[in-house]
C-alpha cells in the first residue's frame, strides 16, 4: 500500500514540476509591413512599424512584470511572483523552501487555484491524500475557498526536530478570510506537521502530513498581537 501511494505522489510531483513551464510564444512580437515603392514612404513606414515594436514590447513586459507587483494572498507584503508564486511556478524553488514558506504557499494556493501544488505538497500519509488523482483535484476544485476572500495566513511559531530524511516541521498559524457575501470576517488556527521527501523527489520538499485546527475567538489583526500561553489556557478550559 505505501510503495502504490509513493508512486502516485512521485507521479504528481513529476507532473508538477513540468506543469508550469511558460510557452516560449507568450512573448514573441511580429511586426508586419507591406511593400511600398516609395523610398520615403517605406522608411515612414520603417519608423513606425519601430515605435509600434518598441511599445508593444514595453507592453508585454509591462503585462509580465504585472504579476511580480501583484499582491501575495498570503498577507507577505511581497509580489506574488516574489512569494509564493515562486513555489507555484518552479519546483526548485519548492524544494529549496522552508516548511513556513510551504504553509504560505498552500495557503496562496487555494486563493489562487493552484491545485496541482497543493495536491505535490501533500504527504501521501496525510489522511485527505487521495490515489485516484483526477477524483482528488475534482474534490478540491469543489472545496478551494470560491466563497471567500483569502486576507492573510499569519506563522506564529516554526520548529524542527531531527535531521535528514527524518526532520520534522511544526508550524502554527492563522488563516484569515471573509466571506464574500456577507463580509463576515473568520479565522481559524491550525498547528501543522511537515515531513521531508526523499531527496530524489524534488531535493527532499517539505510535505504536508497533518494538522491539527483549532478556532479563534478574536479577530486577529496582527500575530505580535496573540499571546500563545493564553490561548494555551483558553484551550485547557475549554477540554
Known sequence: MHLILFISVLQILVGFSSGFAPSSQCFTITTSRKEVFSLDA??????????????????????????A????????DKGYMKCCGKLHKDSKAYG?????????????????REIDFIIGSTHPLNKSFMTDIEHWRKTIEMNCYDNFELTKCMILDESYEGEG???????KFIATMIQID????????????????GKHIREGAWLYKSGEVEPVEVEVINP??????QLEEVKEEES
Do not use: H
Not at 102 to 107: F, G, I, K, L, T
Open 42 to 67: 517605406k522608411q515612414k513606414k520603417k519608423k513606425r512599424a519601430t515605435r509600434n515594436t518598441v511599445g508593444n514590447r514595453t507592453k508585454a513586459a509591462s503585462g509580465f512584470g504585472g504579476a
Open 69 to 76: 507587483v501583484e499582491p501575495c494572498p498570503c498577507g507577505s
Open 96 to 112: 529549496k523552501a522552508t516548511a513556513e514558506q510551504v504553509v504560505r504557499a498552500r495557503y496562496s494556493a487555494y486563493a489562487k
Open 165 to 171: 530524511d527524518k526532520e520534522v516541521a511544526t508550524v
Open 182 to 197: 456577507s463580509r463576515e470576517k473568520t479565522s481559524f488556527m491550525e498547528t501543522s506537521t511537515f515531513e521531508r521527501a
Open 224 to 229: 505580535d498581537d496573540i499571546d500563545l500561553e
